[in-house]
């Protein structure tokens, strides 16, 4: 494991969970934990569980008792790290977004394809039974001709001038370390979600906006350029014909994380809400008019994704357990030789599309995503 934070635990108490609620031929051993500050990891590894600790990600990699590495640190780190851990032949799981931009994502996933490493992107929203649902339902037909695709991830908590930039959670805002603000941090889990339910985009038109244009930078102490997008929104075009809306902010009052989406299609309409996230509402046209209506689908029952793993029908899960479950299916790719996704080559497209959303709002035109 390499970063202690928000991902370093969820992360962690998902390997710790994985092998009491799946069969799995593979088990995790939580072998080292790396993080620079001595003191903060070795209070972590022993929250966690881990064997050892190191405090240069390098010695990590040097270590023939590792097979796996995690990376659960700023997205500037990603792509040294992994390049190296591929070159070491470990597997690799790494944290969204895949690269700070598209050619270094393209340099990542031809580094683990080198090596022939197994290696996933943790874009977990996918594997939360309502949305796993949803994407079953797309693909048994049930939608029919998808027209609209309409996603949004909405926070608040950015708004005030004072909070600096720079460190610990506060990266998000240093464009140094993040690459972008709410494109790669927010719309990536969008653009993901969006790809894998509904297929490639083909172009983009967007805009963004800075709304604070300085902050106080936490490792310098100086006032320092905010470089990141406060807000995103942009326009989409799929291969499949259907048109979409996107937007991010951390600016909606109110709202700490609400990402949603809706697809409406010729026979029937989804719509999730991360707030809500064991509902899916479903609406289906060819129900009999009578008793025609949004269905408010509660994921909860054995024979819907994921859950047989876990309690009695009715009994609801939440937002850690896609982090379990995105173990548990890599673990099974492994075991079954079929790599569960997103693969690093899968995260490069979210990648590309990113890179079109904020040439677009430079350029102001449409802009065709990369292939
Ligand atoms: N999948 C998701 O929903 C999700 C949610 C949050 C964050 N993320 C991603 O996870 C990654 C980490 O984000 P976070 O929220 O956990 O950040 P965080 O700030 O909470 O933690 C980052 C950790 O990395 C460590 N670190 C920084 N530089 C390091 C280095 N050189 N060597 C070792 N450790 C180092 C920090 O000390 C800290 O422990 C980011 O890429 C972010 O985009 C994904």
């Known amino acids: 494991m390499i970063g202690c934070g928000f991902m370093g635990r969820a992360h962690s108490n998902a390997y710790r969970k994985v092998g009491n609620f799946f069969d799995l031929e593979h088990e995790c051993v939580l072998q080292a934990a790396c993080a620079r500050n001595k003191r903060n990891v ?14 240069d990600w390098r010695q990590l990699l040097a270590r023939d008792d590792i097979d796996l590495v995690d990376i659960c640190v700023p997205n500037d780190l990603h792509a040294v790290i992994a390049t190296a851990a591929a070159k070491a032949g470990k597997m690799i799981l790494c944290e969204k977004p895949l690269a700070m931009n598209g050619s270094q994502g393209r340099q990542m996933v031809a ?16 594997r939360l039974p309502a949305v796993t649902l949803a994407k079953q339902l797309i693909d048994e037909g049930k939608l029919g001709r998808i027209f609209h695709y309409r996603a949004k991830f909405l926070q608040d908590w950015t708004i005030s001038p004072e909070l600096p930039q720079g460190g610990t959670g506060l990266w998000r805002l240093d464009v140094k370390a993040a690459g972008s603000g709410v494109t790669g941090d927010l719309l990536a889990h969008c653009i993901d979600t969006a790809l894998w339910l509904n297929g490639r985009i083909e172009k983009v038109s967007a805009m963004t906006e800075t709304f604070i244009k300085t902050r106080k930078h936490n490792l310098t102490g100086k006032l320092a350029k905010v470089g990141i997008d ?5 326009l989409a075009r799929f291969g499949n014909g259907s048109l979409a809306t996107f ?3 951390r600016y909606a009052r109110g709202h700490k994380a609400l990402y949603t989406f809706e697809i409406n299609g010729e026979h029937a309409s989804i719509f999730w809400d991360l707030h809500d996230l064991h509902r899916l509402q479903y609406f289906d046209h060819r129900d009999p008019s009578n008793v025609r209506g949004w269905r408010n689908i509660h994921v909860s029952d054995s024979d819907q994704p994921y859950l047989k793993h876990w309690w009695v029908p009715g009994l609801q899960i939440g937002y850690e357990h896609s982090f379990v479950h995105q173990v548990a299916d890599f673990l099974k790719g492994l075991e079954t030789g079929q790599p569960a996704g997103p693969t690093f080559r899968d995260a490069l497209e979210t990648q590309f599309v990113c890179d079109a959303v904020l040439k677009s709002a430079k350029t102001q035109k449409w802009e065709k995503v990369a292939k």
């Open 230 to 234: 406060d807000a995103c929104a942009f």
């Open 247 to 249: 937007e991010s902010t």
């Open 42 to 55: 070795t209070a972590f590894a022993a929250q966690w569980g881990y064997a050892s600790v190191e405090t």
């Open 111 to 126: 580094a683990v394809e080198k090596a022939r490493v197994p290696n996933m992107v943790w874009y977990n929203y996918r």
